[in-house]
């Protein structure tokens, strides 16, 4: 229940984006706001897949869920505290990864697409403003 007001949040979100393309709300600040809520919810649902793709116990993931032989020598050599967060990577030996081959390249994505919302979000209103102090 708690997720669903995130979520449908972002449902409107999508829907406004979509509506404000035909009638020239992108020009508003209000539709580059709604565009930074979709991609910021859009990249960390996909982070998060990322970073719990193993589960609680990487061994029995690798070996139950995915028929993978699990390395436990090649892990602690190239475990390194960082590579955690980005880009995601959860191995279960030298071949085969347990990230999807999708999430990262869409937490980058959506991610440029958040600073390129608020970089937006920011033009509009100072021009916004501008126009309003300019025209009193």
Request: aromatic share 16%.
């Amino acid at each position: 229940m708690s997720l669903m007001i995130p979520l449908l949040i972002t449902a409107w979100s999508v829907w406004r984006l979509a509506r404000g393309l035909h009638a020239d709300d992108w020009r508003r600040p209000g539709w580059f706001a709604h565009a930074a809520w979709v991609s910021l919810v859009i990249t960390l649902i996909a982070w998060f897949r990322g970073l719990f793709s193993g589960g609680l116990d990487t061994e029995e993931a690798c070996q139950y869920w995915h028929h993978q032989p699990y390395d436990e020598t090649y892990r602690r050599a190239h475990l390194d505290d960082w590579s955690r967060l980005f880009p995601l990577s959860n191995k279960c030996n030298a071949g085969y990864d347990l990230v999807p081959v999708w999430v990262n390249p869409t937490v980058a994505v959506f991610s440029l697409a958040f600073v390129a919302a608020l970089a937006g979000l920011v033009w509009t209103s100072a021009n916004r403003l501008w126009r309003r102090r300019r025209a009193s």
